[in-house]
């Protein structure tokens, strides 16, 4: 989750910022990954100042993240937000068995996708900064 708060750090989009980390099955680190434009795209002037507008060429850090990988080689990702519905139906068809998350998302399915398809979804309690974190 600390790998997951460190990517969303690198996000460019100044209303909300998600980061993601993804664990193979020996708990290495595949790759971090946070949600922001397609790669090699830059920004026309005035590009952030409508959110509404920019939405949908936003690539979630979820999606961003499966593209480090092939289906079945990472078992385990932290995100810094309940995966949408549409990230959740990804990460389900890369085979990720267990997501934890900091923050939850309310307009997400991602809870009952996951009961069904039986991946383990947990909402962790983290503050990067914490001194409890720390030792
Ligand atoms: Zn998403």
């Avoid at 480090?68 to 990804?90: D, H, N, S, Y």
């Amino acid at each position: 989750m600390a790998l997951a708060h460190v990517a969303s750090m690198r996000s460019e989009d100044p209303y909300r910022k998600v980061g993601a980390a993804a664990l193979d099955f020996d708990n290495r680190v595949i790759g971090t990954a946070y949600n922001g434009l397609a790669p090699g795209f830059n920004a026309p002037n005035g590009f952030w100042d409508d959110r509404e507008a920019r939405q949908k060429f936003m690539l979630h850090a979820e999606v961003n993240l499966c593209s480090l990988f092939r289906r079945g080689e990472a078992k385990i990702v932290a995100t810094t937000t309940m995966p949408c519905t549409a990230c959740m139906q990804t990460l389900c068809a890369y085979g990720i068995r267990e997501i934890y998350y900091r923050e939850t998302y309310h307009k997400s399915d991602a809870p009952e996708i996951a009961s069904i398809y039986g991946v383990r979804l947990e909402q962790v309690d983290f503050s990067p900064f914490a001194v409890e974190d720390a030792r």
